[in-house]
């Protein structure tokens, strides 16, 4: 066995064993020790929280006077008591509300957003799919996190990857680019996570849909980490 496949199979185990929903769940906890993005008593929103690690990890590290709120297209299953699941479309408008009035009129200290597309195979259009998707949580950034909250952002690198960072540069007062263990080497996932929330984020450049063509290689370079824990 190769050591990364042997890696992901020690994370998938561990897991089950621990009762997260997938392996996800140790790449949130090895980034919060880090960076310190959540403790006892913040307010959480996940966005794209299926199937549930980090809402699992979430409700852990806030304890009982914090709270959770996980938005997915995708039914969840609830994970517990201070977390409130919403399948809803996060662009949405009523989706932004209904997550203002669980915390009570107050933003949350941290958005998380581990997102990925479905996967066609074709590289540039996955890619730009993905970063699309990063955009679209920043975009709602100003109606949900407080001022110097934290962000932690699933993203794919390639070519529309610096845009995103630098949108990020000027919304946070800290951004940092995190490859968290539990994530496969050869894998082209990244993690952004902003520090210090300004308050505000600038509006997206104008973006033209890449030509597609077929790429089997980086295809599975991107293959989604949530895909392979399931």
Not at 33 to 51: E, F, L, Q, T, W
Not at 90 to 95: G, M, V
Not at 116 to 129: Q, R, T, V
Not at 149 to 155: D, E, L, S
Request: neutral net charge; aromatic residues 6%.
């Amino acid at each position: 066995m190769r050591l990364e496949e042997a890696k992901r199979d020690y994370y998938r185990r561990r897991a089950k064993e621990e009762g997260y929903r997938s392996r996800a769940a140790f790449k949130l906890k090895e980034m919060n020790n880090k960076y310190h993005i959540m403790g006892r008593g913040s307010k959480i929103v996940d966005i794209g929280c299926a199937p549930g690690g980090w809402l699992q990890v979430s409700s852990e590290l806030v304890g009982n006077i914090g709270q959770v709120i996980g938005v997915d297209l995708d039914p969840v299953k609830s994970v517990a008591k201070n977390a409130i699941i919403f399948q809803d479309d996060i662009t949405s408008p009523e989706t932004s509300e209904k997550i203002l009035r669980v915390l009570r009129g107050d933003k949350a200290g941290a958005v998380l957003a581990d997102l990925s597309p479905k996967l066609s195979g074709i590289w540039d259009m996955d890619h730009y799919k993905q970063i699309d998707l990063c955009n679209t949580v920043v975009d709602v950034l100003p109606s949900m996190l407080k001022e110097g909250g934290a962000c932690v952002i699933k993203a794919f690198q390639g070519d529309e990857l610096q845009g995103l960072i630098q949108r990020l540069k000027k919304s946070f007062n800290r951004v940092e680019i995190s490859k968290p263990n539990a994530s496969r080497k050869e894998s082209s996932e990244v993690y952004l996570v902003g520090l210090d929330f300004t308050g505000q984020v600038p509006e997206r450049h104008s973006e033209v849909l890449p030509s597609s063509h077929s790429s089997e290689e980086s295809s599975d370079s991107i293959e989604s980490d949530w895909q392979q824990s399931l």
